[in-house]
């Protein structure tokens, strides 16, 4: 299979197709992400708000690890949450992706909602309360602290 790509404005190429990990549950994602990487997917769509980037980064260590794959030929993309859109909490949450990817650079990351939500316990957005003092040119400026292959942080 010959993927096609989109050369991004910083150089950098992004596969055409992804693969999304909305709603996985652990042992079922596990089974499916290495059947996409096995039909050749290499773009990893997941948000940290999905509590699977764990599990992503298992499977993508064990496939860079056994030489299936190299770090390269991946384009891994996650989000922001809605509860981390403050320029303080940013670097935070993208360390605990990394960690939980296992990976040492992310591809892209993105502002997964257009607006903040206040911090609380709730796990539905729908039952979060809109922050609508949230400063997303602040969040955005957070990037220059942060290490991207591509050096790109997005609102989605």
Known sequence: HTMKYQKLLSGGRMPMVGYGTFLALDLELENALNNA?????????????????????????????????????????????????????????????LKDFQLEYLDMYLVHLPFGVFKDNKVEYSDMKRDDGTDHVSVWKVRKYTTFRQDIICIE
């Open 37 to 97: 990487l096995e039909a050749g997917y290499r773009y990893i769509d997941t948000a940290s708000g999905y509590g699977n980037e764990h599990v992503i980064g298992k499977v993508l260590n064990e496939w860079i690890s056994s030489g299936k794959v190299t770090r390269d030929e991946l384009f891994i993309v996650t989000k922001l949450p809605a509860y981390g859109n403050q320029a303080e909490d940013v670097e935070k949450y993208i360390k605990k992706s």
